[in-house]
């Protein structure tokens, strides 16, 4: 932390000077404009404009001897922070090709637009600015809501395969919000002009992290599915457990939009009671195969949901 001297300025102001480093970084000079807004005890500083939301930022990767893991970890990255144009190269990029391309897929309004046969260069045309991050969360809360209402007809037909590409659409926009998140709070200027605060941000990137991480145990839950040998009344006994896991979740989200915490508060106590019937349920069933794994899954179900709604409540 740097301590600055206030100077005063004529008959009515005041003067603070500006470290030279945030200066630098922020390319501004003597003459530019800076907005100054007041949040509470703090004086928050930020550029007028966004001199940086016209330039390409590129970015080049050497993947040669990586791993698809390995290259994806590195991909993702420059992709979440905003590199415009990532070129891979490799000593034999034909033996990456294949796993690159398919990364890329995974990546939204990201695209090959020249192969060779030592580099691969992907570009987006994207306008972060019109991004919107809470329109990317409620996308997905959509899809993991259909996924719920589709896995609990996995005991009758296997949609496991359909699932999974949902939950790869997903993981998908919740990359797209993680760049979006980071763009809008290194640009405060262009956050002021969505109406986007600090805690706005925070809370739409955690709640969408525990919204993807509800889609991958549903995923998980629909092939496991498949493989218990229930009894019928076993089985009605584990829909209507589901049923109330997914009406909790459906309910709690749009506590969530609503910020209603007074509601919210309630919904954590009845959280405590479905994660006591999944216990139960676990004691009757236990030596059934697979049922330990689902049990688990759906504990983390309704632990990621009231994990959501406390942080809500906690945030607001």
């Given at each position: 932390?740097?301590?600055?001297?206030?100077?005063?300025f004529?008959?009515?102001?005041?003067?603070?000077?500006?470290?030279?480093?945030?200066?630098?970084?922020?390319?501004?000079?003597?003459g530019?404009?800076?907005?100054?807004?007041?949040?509470?005890?703090?004086?928050l500083?930020y550029?007028?404009?966004?001199?940086?939301?016209?330039?390409?930022?590129?970015?080049?990767?050497?993947?040669?001897?990586?791993?698809?893991?390995?290259?994806?970890?590195?991909?993702?990255?420059?992709?979440?922070?905003?590199?415009?144009?990532?070129?891979?190269?490799?000593?034999?990029?034909?033996?990456?090709?294949?796993?690159?391309?398919s990364?890329?897929?995974?990546?939204?309004?990201?695209?090959?637009?020249?192969?060779?046969?030592?580099?691969?260069?992907?570009?987006?045309?994207?306008?972060?600015?019109?991004?919107i991050?809470?329109?990317?969360?409620?996308?997905?809360?959509?899809?993991?809501?259909?996924?719920?209402?589709?896995?609990k007809?996995?005991?009758?037909?296997?949609?496991?395969?359909?699932?999974?590409?949902?939950?790869?659409?997903?993981?998908?926009?919740?990359?797209?919000?993680?760049?979006?998140?980071?763009?809008?709070?290194?640009?405060?200027?262009?956050?002021?002009?969505?109406?986007?605060?600090?805690?706005?941000?925070?809370?739409?990137?955690f709640?969408?992290?525990?919204?993807?991480?509800?889609?991958?145990?549903?995923?998980?839950?629909?092939?496991?599915?498949?493989?218990?040998?229930?009894?019928?009344?076993?089985?009605?006994?584990?829909?209507?457990?589901?049923?109330?896991?997914?009406?909790?979740?459906?309910?709690?989200?749009?506590?969530?939009?609503?910020?209603?915490?007074?509601?919210?508060?309630?919904l954590?106590?009845?959280?405590?009671?479905?994660?006591?019937?999944?216990?139960?349920?676990?004691?009757?069933?236990?030596?059934?195969?697979?049922?330990?794994?689902?049990?688990?899954?759906?504990?983390?179900?309704?632990?990621?949901?009231?994990?959501?709604?406390?942080?809500?409540?906690?945030?607001?």
């Amino acid at each position: 932390m740097e301590y600055r001297k206030i100077i005063g300025f004529g008959k009515s102001s005041y003067v603070v000077s500006l470290p030279k480093a945030w200066m630098t970084d922020k390319k501004l000079k003597k003459g530019d404009i800076v907005y100054v807004d007041q949040d509470g005890d703090r004086l928050l500083l930020y550029p007028a404009e966004n001199k940086e939301g016209n330039e390409i930022k590129k970015a080049t990767m050497d993947v040669t001897g990586m791993t698809k893991q390995e290259i994806r970890l590195q991909l993702v990255s420059k992709y979440i922070q905003n590199f415009n144009e990532i070129t891979l190269i490799s000593e034999n990029m034909k033996a990456n090709a294949k796993d690159v391309r398919s990364i890329v897929h995974d990546l939204m309004a990201l695209e090959v637009v020249e192969e060779t046969s030592s580099k691969i260069v992907t570009k987006d045309f994207l306008n972060m600015e019109d991004i919107i991050p809470s329109n990317l969360m409620n996308k997905m809360d959509l899809i993991t809501r259909e996924m719920l209402a589709d896995s609990k007809g996995a005991f009758e037909e296997d949609k496991s395969f359909n699932i999974e590409e949902r939950d790869f659409d997903v993981n998908r926009l919740l990359y797209l919000l993680y760049r979006a998140v980071r763009y809008f709070q290194r640009n405060p200027a262009a956050a002021r002009k969505k109406g986007l605060t600090p805690e706005e941000l925070m809370l739409v990137w955690f709640a969408a992290t525990k919204v993807e991480r509800i889609a991958d145990q549903v995923k998980r839950i629909a092939r496991l599915i498949r493989r218990v040998k229930f009894r019928e009344s076993e089985q009605e006994e584990l829909a209507a457990l589901y049923s109330s896991i997914e009406r909790y979740y459906i309910e709690s989200l749009s506590v969530f939009y609503k910020k209603d915490t007074e509601k919210a508060f309630r919904l954590c106590t009845q959280g405590k009671r479905l994660i006591k019937q999944c216990k139960d349920f676990y004691r009757q069933n236990w030596n059934y195969e697979s049922v330990p794994l689902i049990v688990e899954k759906l504990n983390s179900i309704v632990a990621d949901t009231r994990s959501l709604l406390t942080y809500m409540c906690d945030i607001t």
